[in-house]
DNA sequence: TACGCGTGTCGAACCGGTTCGATAAGCGGC
DNA sequence: GCCGCTTATCGAACCGGTTCGACACGCGTA
């Protein structure tokens, strides 16, 4: 590879005249100018990016913090930043939490002391977890998905409180009275969003909302499954589930199935979040999903604005929530 | 943050010194060592990842390559990477090609800039495809999944061939003998020696692999679903369906379900690579898996031993093959 | 003619480490 | 007492850029 100094040999001018020609040509006079572009075309130069990093104390590379990448759901986000980023000549380092605070804490330094120029982080824990490690970081960040007190940041979501009272509604309106809620884990921000918009469409239709019926299934398919299996074989079954998750959905169905419980002519089954091949699975399941590639193209536009920004600009923080959008399957019906 | 100058100031030592005690502290007296360590301790000292990799002239980052993160297939494998990565203190940069072969370009050129220790790379483009990028790379590199011509590397992959083989055996043993092949985009490495298992094995047989119905589903859901519409409606139709890959499979059980030809009784159907969701596609369908955490393993490892190796080392080649599990569904019976 | 100013270029310091060759101290052998 | 060897430490060069302050030059003005 060729260095700095080579292009400056062969242009015939200092190092500095090479640097300032490349950062700032509007510096530099215009016969200069074409005899370092020429220079530096002929040995095919182009600036080392760590030497950069070092002496800018930042680098072209963009941390993005998952709970879990298997996810579909993270997967096409993550498609999207990267085809983002590449655009904005940025490479995206990605790593996963595993839900636990301590490798975020880890990941986090790591992605510090690499002098990431912005973070896309998705919070784990809940809401009013340990923050100080985000509030500390010294690059611009901008959390999705989740939202965390105490952090004062751009945050981009889904309206999560909408996508179920879309759901609840779309339910109550076929006819359904008794209808079940597989809530996500308690404590975090969406599950709580998710079933707030269930109890407040619930109460405003006047359906009363049976909490012997409203679980928690920790967005997690086994216990999507098992709850959904105790719900109906229990007594005064419900005719309706909505599940807080794809996942949940999923386990749900499953549930159904074994049971012999047919769906939608027994049950009716709604869920939040896309389900991935959701044109194989029958019942196609209705469901309210996440504009993920508008939730992504927002995210790296409000990180992007922050790291583009000359330093000392201050910017106002932004909250952009997203409204999800329903989709009409088989698998709801009016009750029997 | 601190620099070594701070630590060597506090512990009356050279910045070498604190260079040596760090990187070779068995070349430092065991006094100095002390003083040292409790200088960094003291100003809560680690070495910038920066500053090493512009005087080491490597990072302690790895780049992983693939055509489509969105694939669960990949999702799991970049987890594990992750994983692996995480416990060696590297930090993963995933990059996503879009089957192009001037993304790959593109991508490995940043992360050769970037002075990646090491890539894992899944190529695009066919066997026979352009591959001086990936031969000139001067950073340890192994290639998974897809195999290159003319590319000297270390190789993970499933057995593809098995895979179909397994399959293809499993149906015949059930007494079909008109079975169809809905292969992968052809040129592939992974489409051509699934499709080589499949002919191989009919040929073993004795069973004739009627040409008609040993077609191209691109490795596309639409297209799966597509061909099996034709090969379903067509004269003198298959009893018995392979599909090269799980989308592949999900696109004809999507086909089937649609023409009403009952599965399994009137049609069986088998695929290669777990179908997500697989417990509540009904009916389930019966898949040759690959094992991805052996893969992803596999592959660390070998990547690691090279990047860890003391330069100018020689490390044979290594390729490894590992054989995919057969998982037997509900979606493969007797023919009628 | 002297002065001040704007423009274009340059040398040198710096970012934060690693590493090589030099040097000094300690020690045993003759 | 001196030589030579080992061991511990250090100074300085270097990795490849960016940027600040200095400086030379040409020009218009007083």
Redesign the pocket.
């Known amino acids: 590879?060729?260095?700095?100094?080579d292009v400056?040999r062969l242009a015939?001018?200092?190092?500095?005249?090479?640097?300032?020609t490349?950062?700032t040509p509007e510096?530099?006079?215009t016969?200069?100018?074409r005899k370092v572009a020429e220079a530096a075309e002929a040995v095919g130069?182009?600036?080392?990016p760590?030497?950069?990093s070092?002496?800018?104390?930042r680098s072209r590379l963009i941390g993005m913090v998952v709970s879990d990448i298997t996810n579909p759901f993270f997967g096409r986000f993550l498609q999207e930043i990267e085809r983002h980023a590449m655009a904005a000549d940025h490479l995206v380092i990605v790593s996963d939490t595993s839900s636990q605070i301590r490798n975020e804490i880890a990941i986090l330094r790591h992605l510090a002391a690499q002098r990431v120029s912005g973070i896309l982080l998705q919070p784990t824990g809940p809401m009013t977890g340990p923050s100080d490690h985000i509030r500390q970081l010294s690059m611009p960040f901008v959390l999705f998905d989740h939202r965390l007190d105490g952090v004062e940041s751009d945050f981009v979501g889904a309206d999560n409180a909408l996508a179920s009272s879309m759901l609840t509604e779309h339910l109550i309106r076929l006819g359904h009275r008794r209808i079940a809620f597989l809530g996500g884990t308690s404590g975090l921000y969406t599950a709580e969003e998710r079933k707030r918009g269930f109890l407040a469409t619930m109460a405003a239709s006047g359906v009363p909302a049976d909490p012997a019926i409203v679980v928690d299934a920790r967005y997690d398919g086994r216990h999507g499954y098992e709850q959904t299996m105790r719900l109906m074989t229990g007594p005064d079954r419900p005719t309706a589930l909505i599940a807080a998750s794809n996942v949940i959905a999923l386990g749900a169905l499953q549930a159904c199935n074994e049971l012999g419980i047919a769906c939608p002519a027994e049950v009716s089954l709604a869920g939040i979040d896309d389900v991935p091949w959701a044109a194989v699975v029958q019942p196609r399941i209705t469901t309210a999903v996440q504009p993920i590639e508008d939730l992504a193209r927002t995210a790296s536009e409000l990180l992007m604005r922050r790291i583009t920004a000359p330093p000392g600009t201050v910017i106002d923080r932004s909250e952009i929530i997203l409204a999800p959008e329903i989709r009409l399957g088989g698998s709801t019906a009016r009750p029997a």
Chains 1, 2 share one sequence.
């Open positions: 590879m060729s260095t700095i100094r400056a015939g001018v200092s190092i500095s005249t090479v640097s300032l490349l950062n510096r530099v006079a016969e200069t100018r130069y182009s600036a080392d760590i030497a950069q070092l002496k800018r104390g």
